[in-house]
C-alpha cells in the first residue's frame, strides 16, 4: 500500500520533500563504484532544487572536483508561482519572504569555475541569477537547460512524478531521481522498466527513509521529529531511486531453491497455508508471493511482487508484463461481481479484472474476496509477470 505520508502529498500537492545528505551519497557511491568516471566530464542538471533547502546542489558542489565535473546547474521553482498556481496549498512557500516580483521568478545557481580564486571549485563558488520564468520544469526555459545536460538528478514534486518521467524519457539523457515504488506500475514507468530503458537504484531495497519537510507541514507520519535547529523531517515509506544509470548489483543473479526445498525450508507461513504455488484464474502464470520464494526448476510466467524489482538481474529473467487493467494480458474478463469486504458488508463491483485472480475453496476470514457465479476469487496485489531467460533454464 502507498505510504500515507506520500498519499496526502499527492493529493495536497505539498511536494516538498527534502533528500537527506546520507541517502545521497549512499546512492551516488554505488554508481561512482561501478563506473568511478560516471560524472567525469558532465554537465549535472539539478531542477526541481534550491540550495537553501536542497542536499542536492550542496552534495555535487562540495564533491564538483571529486567527480570530476564540467558544469552543475540546478533551478529553483518561484515560491509566488507556487502559491497562485496551487492556492493555499503553497502559501507556506510564499510566506518564506515578501512578496515581490523576484518572488515570481524561479532561480537558477551555476558552478563551472573557481569564482573566489581559492584554488578549488566547491559550493562557495555557485553562481545565482533570477530565470526569466517561474522555473517550472516544463517552462522552455529549463527545457533548454535540460536538453544541454547529460545527467539529472533530483527528487521531483510527487505528484508531478509521471510528467517528471515523461520529461526526462524525451530527451533521452541519464538520471537519477526518487519516487514511490507503487510508481512501478504507473502506464508511463512500467514500459521502461520492462523495456530495460529504467531500472530501480541500489542503496534502498526496503524500509522507510527520512526527509525534511517545510515548518508547517502537517507531522502525521508514524515516524517524525523536530531536531535542535527546530527543523522538521518525518519518515515515508516505499521511497525508491529510479534511473537508467548502471551499477553492479543489478547484474548479480538472484540465488534461487527449487519448489520442493522452498516449500520445505521458507518460513513464510501464509505461503504454506494457502497450498504454495498457486495458479492465477485469469493469468496463464502462477502466484509468486515473495520473492525468495521464486523456484529454480519452474520455467513458466511467475506473478511477482513489486519489490522483486529491488533484485531484478536482466540477464536472469525476463520481464512480460504487469497485472494491470491497462496491461490488457488477461486470459479471460469477469462479469460485475459481488464484493464481500472485511466486515461481511456486500457490493456490486468490476475491480477484479484490474489484477490477478485466485479461485478459493471457502470464504476467508478477515479478507476482502469476491463472487462470480457462485465461485470464489481473492484479488492478489499488483504483480510483475517474469520467466526465466533460456540460457538460465538449465
Known amino acids: 500500500m502507498a505510504n500515507k505520508a506520500l498519499t496526502k502529498a499527492k493529493n495536497a500537492k505539498k511536494d516538498e520533500f527534502y533528500t537527506q545528505l546520507p541517502e545521497i551519497q549512499a546512492e551516488v557511491n554505488a554508481y ?18 534550491d540550495p537553501e533547502w536542497s542536499n542536492f546542489t550542496r552534495f555535487f558542489a562540495q564533491n564538483f572536483e571529486r567527480f570530476g565535473l564540467k558544469k552543475l546547474i540546478s533551478t529553483s521553482y518561484a515560491p509566488e508561482s507556487k502559491s497562485r498556481k496551487y492556492g493555499a496549498l503553497f502559501t507556506y512557500a510564499a510566506e518564506r519572504s515578501e512578496v515581490t516580483p523576484q518572488n515570481e521568478r524561479g532561480k537558477i545557481f551555476v558552478l563551472d569555475h573557481d569564482t573566489n580564486a581559492n584554488g578549488r571549485i566547491d559550493f562557495d563558488d555557485l553562481e545565482w541569477k533570477y530565470l526569466r520564468g517561474d522555473g517550472d520544469f ?41 519516487g514511490n515504488i507503487n510508481c512501478v506500475s504507473y502506464k508511463e514507468v512500467f514500459p521502461l522498466i520492462k523495456a530495460n530503458r529504467v531500472w530501480l537504484g541500489e542503496s534502498i531495497h526496503s524500509g522507510d527513509r527520512e526527509f525534511g519537510v517545510p515548518e508547517d507541514y502537517p507531522l502525521e507520519a508514524t515516524g517524525w521529529r ?25 547484474h548479480k543473479p538472484l540465488e534461487l531453491m527449487t519448489m520442493e526445498r ?5 518460513s513464510h507461513k501464509d505461503f504454506h497455508a494457502k497450498l504454495g504455488y498457486r495458479q492465477y484464474d485469469n493469468y496463464d502464470a502462477i502466484e509468486i508471493p515473495y520473492t525468495d520464494t521464486i523456484p529454480s526448476d519452474y520455467s513458466g510466467v511467475m506473478g511477482v511482487p513489486i519489490s522483486f524489482l529491488d533484485k531484478y538481474c536482466p540477464a536472469q529473467f525476463e520481464i512480460l508484463g504487469i497485472t ?10 469477469y462479469p460485475e461481481q459481488i464484493e464481500v469486504d472485511k466486515k461481511g458488508r456486500r457490493k456490486r463491483v468490476k ?44
Open 32 to 49: 561512482l563504484d561501478y563506473d568511478p568516471d560516471v560524472f567525469r566530464g558532465k554537465t549535472v542538471l539539478l531542477p526541481c532544487d
Open 138 to 178: 516544463r517552462s522552455d526555459e529549463v527545457r533548454k537547460l535540460r536538453d544541454e545536460s547529460d545527467i539529472i538528478v533530483t527528487n521531483p514534486p510527487f505528484s508531478l512524478f509521471r510528467e517528471f518521467v515523461s520529461w526526462i524519457v524525451e530527451s533521452e539523457k541519464k538520471f537519477l531521481i526518487i
Open 226 to 250: 523536530i531536531d535542535e535547529n527546530g527543523k522538521h523531517f518525518i519518515r515515508v515509506k516505499g521511497v525508491r531511486w529510479f534511473t537508467n544509470l548502471e551499477h553492479g548489483r543489478r
Open 262 to 266: 522452498n516449500l520445505k525450508f521458507l
Open 324 to 333: 494491470k487493467t491497462w496491461f490488457g494480458g488477461a486470459r479471460k474478463i
Open 351 to 394: 475491480k477484479l479484472n484490474d489484477g490477478a485472480a485466485l479461485q478459493i475453496e471457502k470464504p476467508p476470514v478477515g479478507e476482502t474476496y469476491y463472487l462470480v457465479d457462485d465461485r470464489l476469487y481473492q484479488q492478489a496485489y499488483a504483480r510483475i509477470l517474469i520467466r526465466k531467460r533460456e540460457e538460465t533454464k538449465k
